[in-house]
């Protein structure tokens, strides 16, 4: 499946000092007392691709969310910075926000089939934000769609403009998908597990697309994965989240080869490798967001827990170029 | 799709057939002789049987039936026995359009009101407008037309006299007296079509604000009055149009009702008069009327399904 | 054998229990229909010694009046005290709105069970008859059976009864056609469990709450129509106590004397409220996909 398709990591296409695209500093988020994200920075310079994995309820979708601006006051709280470019996201106001939105911000769901509506045919949903920010007349919206839709890989695309999601198969729907969040060539896309509700068989198809057109626009992209391995082989850099907080950070390679967080390693071990024994599931789960443990969140799963581990949380410590934050780092 | 649509068509002749076999029953079980009563008091045995003959009555049921269905496609309906009015006039040119444009109008008033009422409720819960939907739905839907008609007039025609409180003028002849005298009938029939309205709305919408749909319209940057009345509202139209269609019998219900208390000489207004007279065969021409306007809804409904919904059309 | 069938019954029971009476008595709004529903019970029932006056005694010199002592709503232009005719009224409306849904039930079901479990030439024909009554409007339809039957309390409630017929027919056979399909019908059948004792012991019981939520929903259409009947001249007959006909009466004094259609209009609105607060309580907790906000 994934491993079969060669996507190399592109660390060194990257200048070495360039002002990030995204910021993340600090980034908290409150639903009611629920503390979903906890002190989350992260940054991303342009071109850059970024994993965000984790178990499911680590918050990563959440994340990506807070990120486009779809789960904002006065449903949640938001504390922090981000900043996108020259733009404070947390302080910005709806208006603007939208006009980022599917514009300079793209976002792929998980499934497709639910993502698009039943209602409007794929080259009016593809349409949609040609016309809503690039105001392009109907006739380029059209022309433009059909190239979008060619560009993803669906055959004959103008016979396709009129289908309704209905009558194309989950992976084209995918396909369709993409076309939308990358219709205005955006600065930044996020891409919520997409393939995570594909065939097996056209998984790899879809992520090696995904990355082909981020590469072909030269835009950042972060991807939220369960799959450490996956996430290594498709980014330049893998942040590791777990209970809303990110626990390591740092370049594909490093972090999977020699993973420092103990949960990074718990992970790893999860990874069933040909020719290796190893499969070593850690025990438990995230605990609920009513009872997040006062220190480090993981340590009541953490092999490695001492007694500071439950009483104080560890702050991120810089080490070989990556961010962990644990206290006995070995 | 031929063979789907001819499959429809052929469900839809025999329901007609249905429907006009018991109008036929009806006929024939009404109480009475239509020969004695068309001889009147004094006749003779011959000139009874004569008629009988004439009317071909002494015929068996089957070619009764068959000769009865034949004149009805000619739109030979009969004639009054009391305003010697040719029935088919009366029923179809008369009373029908008084009944649709009733109807229509009601209709129109529920949609207007029940629709922004049911998003509303919907986007706010538990604000005013949600208190104010449920209210309705459950009030509107319970509360007897014919007595809301009678405080409707009583407060709006007599008290403040913004309204005429009878008769029926037709807005194809003069628009505005005729829309003058149709907005408190309209108005008493609509209100059980509103809540009703209101509320298929609000439930709809909240289950379709919650789809992904509606999150990634959003995330391509749609501004929140297209999110929820064009992404939104589309996907709330089938089950709108559903229980429109499902509650024809409601409407007609409340139609007859309204009808009665306005005046208005509608469908209802004439078979009413017609059972209180006795007169068979208008009540029969009434029922005959309804029932292919019950089927000719359904299938209205039926197709429209096919243009809301793509995922039921077929290529 | 008996045993086990027996155990299967009581659960089953216990289970109805479960899923439609528990849930209805966490609904307030149900709870608060039930209640109004109660009083129009004890009302109806206690008539007779609740009324102050006679329900059809004309007294010409107190005609048209407002509320007072002697008449604690008021009178009619007969000079009928409408506080004894709101009480009858209740009964009578009651009676008929019970009496035809059971009616309509009994032979609807009948004919649903008839045609569903025989199949065949008798289920065509049978359905065929139901296409023709569920192709025509309730109220037509008990206005056409009216016109045939004539006036008259009795035939109000026959003429709604068959008007419910229809849809009862149709949902019975609905029901009985997908217990049919059951593997614990065919595994009884081929145990040589008499058929009668099929339907009696696993096809009614399974069909049955189905049945009775929509014959709650129904009472108070056949008030409604009762009503309108009445209202419209071809229902009950004056004097009888009837909301209706008090309805129709008061219409024409409606300036002078708004109480005499004001009292049976609201008393008439309240009960259909109640009766439809009822009826979505029940429907809801025998739906569990019915969302609890729709």
Redesign the interface.
């Known amino acids: 499946m994934h491993s079969a398709v060669a996507l190399t990591p592109r660390v060194a296409d990257i200048p070495a000092i360039q002002e990030p695209l995204l910021n993340v500093s600090d980034l908290s988020l409150r639903r009611g007392k629920a503390v979903v994200l906890d002190g989350v920075s992260l940054a991303l310079r342009p071109g850059e691709t970024l994993g965000l994995i984790g178990e499911s309820g680590a918050g990563k979708s959440t994340l990506a ?1 807070a990120l ?1 601006g ?1 789960l904002r006051a006065p449903e949640v709280q938001l504390d922090g910075s981000m900043r996108f470019r020259d733009t404070e996201l947390t302080q910005l106001r709806e208006a603007d926000y ?6 300079k911000i ?2 792929i ?1 998980q ?1 497709a089939t ?8 794929v080259g009016a ?1 593809i349409a ?2 040609l016309k ?2 690039l105001r392009l007349s109907r006739w380029a919206r059209r022309e433009r769609a059909a190239e979008l839709m060619h560009s993803v890989g669906i055959p004959e695309p103008r016979m396709r403009l009129d289908a ?1 999601p ?2 194309l198969s989950g992976g084209m729907q995918q396909r369709v ?1 993409i076309a ?1 969040a990358l219709a205005c060539n955006p600065e930044l896309l996020l891409a919520d597990e997409p393939t995570s509700a594909l065939d097996v068989t056209i998984q790899a198809q879809i992520m090696e697309l995904i990355l082909d057109r981020v590469r072909a626009l030269n835009s950042s992209a972060i991807f939220v994965l369960h799959d450490l391995a996956l996430g290594a082989q498709v980014c330049d850099r893998i942040a590791v989240m777990y209970a809303g907080q990110i626990v390591e950070e740092g370049p594909s390679e490093h972090v999977l080869a020699a993973p420092l967080h103990p949960y990074t390693q718990g992970l790893k071990s999860c990874v069933v490798e040909l020719g290796s024994r190893r499969l070593v599931p850690i025990p438990g789960q995230i605990p609920p967001l009513n009872a997040m443990p006062g220190g480090c969140r993981f340590a009541p799963r953490c092999p490695k827990a001492k007694t500071i581990c439950s009483e104080q949380r560890p702050q991120a410590e810089t080490r070989d170029g990556r961010q962990v934050a644990c206290w006995f780092i070995d | 799709m031929f063979q789907a649509a001819s499959a429809k068509l052929a469900q839809t002749l025999l329901v007609l057939l249905f429907v006009s076999a018991a109008s036929f029953a009806f006929l024939k079980l009404a109480p009475g002789d239509p020969v004695s009563i068309m001889l009147g008091s004094d006749y003779s045995k011959s000139s009874y049987d004569q008629l009988t003959h004439a009317l071909g009555l002494d015929q068996p049921v089957v070619f009764q039936y068959g000769n009865w269905l034949a004149d009805f496609v000619r739109g030979n309906w009969g004639t009054s026995y009391i305003t010697s009015q040719d029935i088919f006039e009366l029923a179809v040119l008369q009373a029908l359009p008084v009944t649709l444009t009733l109807a229509a109008l009601s209709l129109l008033i529920a949609l207007v009101i029940g629709i922004p009422t049911g998003v509303l409720a919907a986007l706010y819960r538990n604000s005013w407008a949600d208190v104010l939907a449920t209210t309705l739905a459950i009030g509107g839907n319970a509360f007897p037309s014919f007595y809301l008609g009678i405080l409707l007039i009583w407060l709006f025609g007599v008290d403040l006299g913004w309204f005429p409180v009878l008769g029926f003028v037709a807005p194809w002849e003069d628009f505005w007296q005729g829309l003058w005298h149709l907005t408190l009938p309209a108005f008493t029939l609509g209100a059980w079509y509103i809540g009703l309205i209101a509320r298929i709305t609000r439930s709809s919408l909240l289950e379709v604000m919650g789809q992904p749909y509606i999150l990634a319209a959003k995330a391509r940057g749609e501004p929140a009055w297209r999110v929820v009345w064009v992404h939104g509202m589309r996907n709330v139209l089938m089950p709108l149009v559903t229980v429109i269609g499902l509650q024809l019998g409601g409407m007609l219900r409340g139609a007859v009702m309204t009808e009665v208390v306005f005046a208005l000489p509608g469908l209802g207004m004439m078979v009413t008069t017609a059972v209180l007279n006795r007169e068979y065969i208008v009540v029969q021409a009434g029922i005959m009327i309804t029932g292919l306007l019950f089927v000719a809804v359904n299938l209205a409904v039926d197709q429209t399904y096919q243009f809301l919904d793509p995922r039921l059309r077929r290529r | 054998m008996t045993e086990a069938l027996n155990v299967t019954a009581l659960t089953r029971e216990s289970q109805w229990r479960r899923r439609l009476l528990q849930p209805m008595l966490r609904q307030r709004s149900a709870m608060v229909g039930l209640a109004i529903i109660a009083i129009y019970i004890f009302a109806a029932v206690f008539a007779p010694w609740l009324a102050t006056h006679d329900p059809t005694a004309q007294d010409l010199m107190a005609s048209l009046q407002g509320p007072s002592a002697a008449h604690w709503l008021g009178t009619d232009s007969y000079g009928q005290d409408l506080y004894s005719r709101l009480l009858y009224g209740a009964q009578l409306a009651l009676i008929i709105g019970f009496a035809s849904v059971a009616l309509g039930l009994a032979v609807g079901v009948a004919i649903g069970l008839a045609a569903g479990l025989m199949g065949g030439r008798t289920e065509w024909v049978l359905m065929r008859i139901v296409d023709g009554l569920l192709a025509f409007p309730e109220l037509i339809l008990a206005m056409a059976f009216m016109a045939v039957l004539g006036l008259g309390t009795e035939n109000v409630v026959y003429a709604l009864a068959l008007s419910f017929v229809g849809p009862f027919a149709r949902m019975t056979r609905g029901d009985v056609l997908q217990v049919k399909s059951q593997p614990y019908i065919e595994a009884a059948r081929m145990m040589g469990v008499p058929t009668a004792a099929i339907i009696w012991r696993h096809v009614l019981p399974n069909v049955v709450s189905p049945i009775l939520v929509q014959a709650g929903m129904r009472i108070s259409i056949a008030i409604l129509l009762e009503s309108g009947l009445s209202f419209l001249g071809i229902g009950v007959v004056p004097p009888t106590p009837d909301w209706g006909l008090m309805i129709a009466e008061g219409r024409g004094f409606i300036t002078m004397a708004p109480w005499i259609s004001g009292v049976p209009g609201v008393a008439l609105a309240i009960l259909l409220v109640a009766l439809n607060l009822l009826g979505d309580g029940l429907r809801d907790a025998f739906d569990p996909t019915t969302q609890k906000d729709a």
């Open positions: 969310l486009i779809l939208r006009r980022l939105r599917g514009n793209g976002l769901f499934d639910a993502a698009l509506n039943p209602c409007f045919t949903q949609e934000p809503r920010h309704y209905h009558e998908m939308v």
